[in-house]
């Protein structure tokens, strides 16, 4: 394998990267590899070659194993001509991740870190989840043959159960504090060598980076003045700036995008640093969101997050459960079905067009990051219309519907 390392997203200490280490030993921040300065896209057929092969030069990877693929990547940027001009602004996108293998972003970093396991002779990973990542994990492992371990909540809902269950991981319910259940995964996964595919462990961040990457090829090489990234535990907003970063780097885009990091007002750990003036996150008391995908109340990467952040000159927004259901609903009506997390870019949109943040001229990239299906309960806060009638009836039913 080509020699490279981890640096501390910190402190800058340096690792070998040839082995399981998510964090630095030293301040406990997440480390993270080199930032890519010369590298190619690897154009060719997107029907036969994968994600991780188009990209292969932005990868730590000497061979990339193609059957380890279930299709990831590669996913729709969908324009909203209508809703552009409801919200006001020149161009309005929808990078649709609800297209990926098991429905969510996800998918990009567990190829990544399913490749880099395997690189370096491990068959054994694992992950912390109840949701997207879960099912994600589960899949990948399946498919490479790997051994599979998912560690869930005791209190974890028997409906997300069967998802992750059916790809027959083994998925252990741990009774104890959920927040610490990623340390000590992470600690007692580098013992017995089972490689935690966390949230935002170095290779998921190098995962996501390929949203930045399709965002911009999608556009002819065109940066879009504002990507909105759902920010939880931060390891997707890592991704996407440091894909922007090197493909500055590289010279194939001239500038960065504004990166806002949207977070829903009930669980905004990185939005209260950012707009408080402060260095480093708080824990969250009591978070309550409907937007669960993001609900995470100290995120092991929020303080990473904020240093981006400040340094790109980006954003943070908070939005309301009631502003994100109804962008959930609005985002429905161009036909992309997004889980409530997923609809928090448009919610946060709305609001920086409302304070006149983001201008009339400006081209904007949601992301949407995760499937309206996974999660099912939350339609239950949705007003749902039908009409009722005779098949006696259905003429004049048809011939003048209600609005
Ligand atoms: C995981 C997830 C997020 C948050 O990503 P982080 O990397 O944890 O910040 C947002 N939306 C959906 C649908 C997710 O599954
Ligand atoms: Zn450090």
């Given amino acids: 394998m080509i020699q ?53 030069a932005f990868f730590p990877f000497a061979s990339i194993d193609p059957l380890l693929s279930l299709g990831e990547g590669f996913t729709p940027l969908s324009e909203s001509p209508r809703l552009s001009s409801d919200l006001g602004v020149r161009r309005l996108l929808f990078k649709n991740e609800t297209l990926n293998p098991t429905w969510s972003f996800k998918d990009r970093g567990t190829i990544a870190g399913i490749q880099h396991a395997a690189a370096i002779g491990c068959s054994r990973i694992g992950t912390v989840s109840t949701g997207n990542m879960a099912v994600s994990v589960a899949a990948y492992g399946a498919r490479a043959g790997m051994e599979t371990f998912v560690l869930v909540s005791d209190s974890i809902p028997e409906e997300k159960i069967s998802p992750i269950a059916i790809h027959q991981p083994h998925l252990i319910r741990v009774n104890g504090d959920y927040g610490n259940l990623y340390f000590e995964s992470v600690r007692i996964g580098t013992d017995l060598g089972i490689y935690f595919l966390n949230s935002d462990v170095p290779l998921r961040v190098e995962g996501s980076k390929t949203i930045a990457f399709e965002i911009c090829e999608q556009l002819q090489l065109q940066v879009p003045d504002y990507v909105i990234v759902p920010t939880s535990a931060g390891g997707n907003l890592r991704g ?164």
């Fill in 240 to 403: 996407i700036i440091k894909g922007f970063e090197e493909f500055v780097l590289c010279g194939l885009i001239p500038r960065m995008p504004t990166i806002v990091c949207a977070q829903a007002s009930g669980c905004a750990p990185i939005f209260n640093a950012w707009s408080t003036g402060k260095d480093s996150i708080e824990r969250v008391q009591a978070p309550h969101t409907i937007a669960h995908a993001i609900e995470n109340p100290f995120p092991p990467s929020g303080n990473q997050a904020l240093r981006k952040i400040r340094e790109h000159d980006g954003l943070c927004i908070a939005v309301s459960d009631d502003a994100i259901l109804q962008a959930q609903r609005t985002m429905a009506r161009e036909g992309i079905f997004g889980q409530p997390a997923a609809a928090v870019p448009l919610a946060a949109l709305r609001q920086l067009r409302k304070e006149g943040t983001v201008t009339e001229d400006a081209t904007v990239v949601c992301v949407v990051t995760g499937c309206g299906l996974k999660y099912t309960a939350a339609l239950r806060e949705q007003p749902i219309s039908t009409t009722h009638c005779t098949l006696e009836q259905l003429p004049s039913v048809l011939a003048s519907p209600r609005a």
């Fill in 4 to 56: 490279h390392s981890l640096l501390c997203t910190s402190c800058r200490r340096e690792y070998p990267f040839g082995e399981i280490r998510p964090r630095c030993q030293q301040c406990g921040e997440p480390l993270e590899l080199q930032k890519v300065s010369h590298a190619t896209i690897n154009v060719a057929d997107s029907l036969t070659q994968t994600m991780l092969e188009r990209y292969s």
